[in-house]
């Protein structure tokens, strides 16, 4: 889908370099108007978490890893109620993501590039928002259980593979995306190489 939200994800700082899938554009929507429910100057992490537990691609993931989907919900839907009274802004304000939706939104457009897929949907999102640091939103999937290494293997093996990614040469190693923590000389990220046979399979930049 070539649409990245129909002018509003993109005014509000929710554009990415790929495409956004039809489901990421409406969960996008829904992170928007759960900050403007709320009178919330900044849509943050917790808002696109909240959104993405009713992003069908998101859930899939999650489903796959059999992660409890209900209290992620539950964990994350109190959280914004309850503890982001600071980003309460009565009357007229312009609201936009944060720097860490904005970050996470490029970090899943640069992990889709990577496995050579046409556009990014929740699922990259998801990914890329675990990695974070300093984030409750991210703080509750990792307590969830979420794997990161099970998801960049489902990744690649549910979006990799896909019939709308352009083939990769099986004679030359696919492009590496690395994770943080670790001493690799490339730009930071390093979970555990996945391998196919006769190739490696491909990691994800982490941001900074």
Not at 8 to 17: I, L, N, P, Y
Request: hydrophobic fraction near 35%.
């Amino acid at each position: 889908m070539s649409d990245s939200g129909g002018g509003v994800a993109e005014t509000s700082g929710f554009a990415t370099d790929l495409a956004q899938s039809a489901n990421l554009v409406q969960t996008m929507r829904r992170a928007i108007s759960a900050a403007q429910q709320r009178s919330h100057r900044y849509v943050t992490l917790e808002h696109l978490l909240l959104a993405l537990m009713e992003d069908a691609d998101t859930r899939t993931l999650l489903g796959s890893l059999r992660i409890d989907i209900r209290a992620v919900k539950t964990d994350i839907t109190d959280t914004v109620n309850r503890n982001l009274a600071t980003l309460y802004t009565p009357g007229e304000f312009d609201l936009r993501a944060s720097y860490k939706v904005e970050r996470v939104l490029q970090t899943a457009s640069d992990d889709g590039r990577l496995l050579n897929c046409v556009e990014v949907d929740g699922a990259f999102v998801l990914a890329a928002l675990a990695r974070e640091v300093d984030s409750p939103a991210a703080e509750i999937v990792k307590h969830s259980g979420f794997a990161f290494s099970s998801a960049v293997s489902w990744l690649y093996t549910n979006r990799g593979s896909r019939s709308d990614v352009a083939p990769v040469s099986r004679e030359a190693p696919r492009p590496q995306m690395y994770p943080r923590e670790t001493s690799s000389p490339q730009p930071q990220m390093h979970e555990p190489q996945m391998h196919e046979p006769q190739m490696r399979e491909p990691q994800m930049r982490e941001p900074q």
